[in-house]
């Protein structure tokens, strides 16, 4: 009997289910965008710390979004999605309070920087939260069967928050100063809370939960893969602003938002690609595209090759997150849902925070251009790692 395809209307409904909680995940990542292109600067050139420290500044919200998953994980399966997404916001809001603040004190660099990392801190405890929540909500709200949609439309939010985010936190910056990013960040989460308070909450679901360790075992294989998949993302949001200046160049938040643009596209033309051909051929495919084009920034002669890179390492990179996070989510309970997708999301965090302190090392011995292709070497060994996962469940 041949298969049956939802209608186009019943499709439409459960875009729009994920759309009214993925929300949340694109209020979370505008806020995460507007510092990413202006921080690294603002702590090289205004607190007068290394690129070493400025990439640490970074590194410090991925590192505690990755230190803080299991925890997000267990309050997403115990007490239910929506109350962890409104700790989220509040995180956010305060994280607000502190950027805002460490600007304030910045004729004392170390403590302003101090409380910037502090600031920082909170928004990836709340990066976390949010992310977990919100997939975890859009699969219990639209069932099991469209996970790589939720996901899917989880990461069209955030990279597309980042895509704008980014250049309007340069934007920002250069009209009202970079006390304003702490205001926006606070304003942004108070809105956001304000809206969620009438939205309908779905129960945690019962049953047994496996421990965190147990579960992060079990996706491991699929996480690591991620990881090394992922180390571009990080390069590239990490030091593409210093990289852009030690080549002379100007506009590099213009190349995040070609990354961004590029990654949305990708998902948009071929998230139903996953269940067509497969989790791991997917994978295979857009790391060797990720490879090119971090291949690509790494020999750039120009702003417009450059520009190109980017976004062959976005449209590669769209679609291995949920391309492997369906076949990683398969391997736990539903009741460890939340669990499962916190341990599949540490090992994107792991990226994030890794990026940072090495290519920044990298960076200062071999020079900005290195940098990807040392995340071009990575996402090889990634692809690699993604086909030996496909042979092993053929045999």
């Not at 990080?234 to 160049?249: A, E, H, P, S």
């Not at 269940?275 to 084009?293: D, H, K, P, Q, W």
């Not at 980017?310 to 309970?333: I, R």
């Not at 890794?354 to 960076?363: E, F, K, L, N």
């Amino acid at each position: 009997m041949p298969a049956q395809h939802p209608s186009p209307a019943s499709s439409l409904s459960i875009t729009l289910q994920i759309l009214s909680i993925v929300f949340y995940t694109f209020i979370a990542f505008i806020c995460i965008g507007l510092p990413i292109a202006v921080l690294p600067s603002y702590v090289h050139d205004q607190l007068g710390f290394s690129a070493i420290v400025a990439g640490l500044a970074i590194a410090s919200q991925y590192l505690a979004t990755l230190l803080s998953r299991p925890s997000a994980g267990r309050l997403v399966d115990s007490i239910g999605t929506k109350p962890a997404i409104v700790y989220g916001l509040t995180g956010i809001a305060i994280s607000g309070v502190l950027t805002s603040l460490a600007v304030a004190l910045q004729d004392w660099p170390l403590l302003s920087l101090g409380v910037l990392i502090v600031g920082r801190v909170f928004l990836g405890i709340a990066q976390g939260l949010i992310g977990v929540g919100t997939i975890t909500w859009g699969i219990a709200q639209v069932g099991s069967q469209h996970t790589a949609r939720a996901i899917g439309w989880n990461g069209i939010a955030s990279y597309g928050a980042i895509a704008i985010g980014a250049p309007l936190g340069v934007v920002m910056v250069d009209r009202l100063g970079f006390a304003m990013l702490g205001v926006t960040l606070l304003l942004l989460a108070l809105a956001a809370l304000g809206l969620i308070r009438k939205k309908p909450a779905i129960p945690a679901v019962a049953g047994v939960r496996l421990p965190f360790w147990s579960v992060f075992g079990l996706i491991a294989p699929y996480g690591i893969t991620l990881t090394l998949a992922s180390i571009g993302y990080g390069t590239l949001t990490t030091f593409i602003t210093l990289f852009y200046i030690d080549q002379g160049w100007d506009g590099a938040a213009y190349c995040l938002s070609v990354f961004g643009v590029c990654f949305i596209l990708g998902r948009l033309i071929f998230t139903n690609s996953i269940s067509r051909f497969g989790g791991y051929n997917v994978a295979i495919a857009c790391m060797s595209i990720e490879t090119l084009g971090l291949v690509m920034l790494w020999l750039a002669p120009s702003t417009a090759f450059a520009l190109a890179g980017a976004g062959l390492t976005g449209f590669g990179l769209s679609l291995v997150y949920p391309a492997l996070g369906v076949e990683a989510v398969k391997q736990v309970p539903v009741s460890s849902r939340g669990a499962g997708l916190s341990a599949y999301a540490v090992f994107f965090d792991l990226a994030l925070a890794i990026a940072g302190p090495i290519m920044g090392v990298i960076a200062l011995n071999m020079g900005y251009p290195w940098i990807f292709f040392s995340a071009a070497v990575m996402c090889i060994l990634g692809l690699l790692l993604s086909v030996w996962l496909s042979n092993r469940k053929t045999r």
